[in-house]
C-alpha cells in the first residue's frame, strides 16, 4: 500500500499554511518568517506547533486564536490552493491500495484535498492526525492508517515531504520515499529526509511510478 502524505506532497499548501501562521505569531509579538516556520516545523500537527511556541514566549495564546488562523488557512486555500504538478497522473499510476495520512485536521484535510481536485482519488481512505493519541513524528498515524486499511506497516510505502514524517514512517516500520517536489522546499530538504530514513527522494512526481515499482520489484511484489 501506499501512503500519501498531504501537504507539500498532494498538495502545495506549505507555503501557504506556513505564511498564515508567520503572519498571525507576527501579530501576537512573535515574529517568524514562513521560511522559518518551514525549516523548524514542517510536518507537525498544527496543535504542537503552536503548543511549542507558547512554551518558548513564555505564554499561552489568547483563547480563539488557532480556530482563527485555521479560518484564514481554509479561506487562503479556497483561493489559491493547488495541487502539486502531475500528482493525479501519478497517484493513477501507482495504483491501489492507497491512502492519505496527514497532520491537518480532518475538514482542513478534505477541503485541501477537494480544491486541489484530488478528493475523489482518495475517499474515503483519508486519515487525520486528530484520530490518533500523537501526532508526526510519533507511528500513531501511519499505524492507525494501515490496521485502517488490513495492511501490514512491512507492506506499506509512505511518501513524505518532511523529516517529521519520516521519522513517524520509519519507527512504524514502513519504507520512505522522500519527496521534495513542492514550492516549499528548502537548501538541504533532500539530505534532511534521507538523513531521517528514506530510503530514496525523489523532487518531481513523474519519478514516482517508477520509484514505486522499483521498491515493488526489490521486494518481489
Known amino acids: 500500500m501506499i501512503i500519501f ?3 507539500g506532497v498532494l498538495v502545495d499548501s506549505e507555503i501557504i499554511s506556513n505564511q498564515a501562521d508567520a503572519d498571525a505569531l507576527t501579530r501576537l509579538g512573535y515574529p517568524i518568517t514562513a521560511a522559518e516556520m518551514i525549516r523548524r516545523f514542517i510536518g507537525w500537527p498544527k ?3 503552536w503548543a511549542q511556541i507558547a512554551r518558548e514566549r513564555g505564554a499561552p495564546f489568547p483563547d480563539g486564536v488557532l480556530a482563527a488562523v485555521e479560518a484564514d488557512i481554509k479561506s487562503r486555500y479556497r483561493a489559491s490552493l493547488e495541487a502539486i504538478p502531475g500528482v493525479a497522473e501519478a497517484v493513477r499510476a501507482v495504483g ?3 491512502c492519505v495520512a ?3 485536521e480532518m475538514v482542513k484535510l478534505r477541503l485541501a484535498l477537494e480544491v486541489a481536485g484530488l478528493l475523489d482519488l482518495f475517499d474515503p481512505n483519508i486519515f487525520s492526525a486528530s484520530q490518533v493519541p500523537r501526532g508526526k513524528p510519533a507511528p500513531d498515524l501511519f499505524l492507525f492508517a494501515a490496521s485502517a486499511m488490513g495492511v501490514a506497516p512491512a507492506d506499506c510505502v509512505v511518501v513524505e515531504d518532511s ?3 519520516v521519522d513517524a514512517a520509519v519507527a512504524a516500520g514502513m519504507r520512505v520515499i522522500g519527496f521534495t517536489g513542492g ?3 528548502f537548501p538541504g530538504h533532500a539530505e534532511a529526509l534521507r538523513s531521517a530514513g528514506a530510503g530514496c527522494v525523489i523532487a518531481s512526481m513523474q519519478q514516482l511510478a517508477a520509484t514505486v515499482r522499483e ?3 526489490r521486494r518481489g511484489v
Open 47 to 49: 496543535r504542537d506547533i
Open 102 to 104: 496527514s497532520s491537518s
Open 215 to 217: 521498491i515493488r520489484r
Open 163 to 165: 523529516r517529521a514524517g
Open 183 to 185: 514550492s516549499h522546499s
Open 96 to 98: 491501489a491500495p492507497r
Open 5 to 7: 502524505d498531504c501537504d
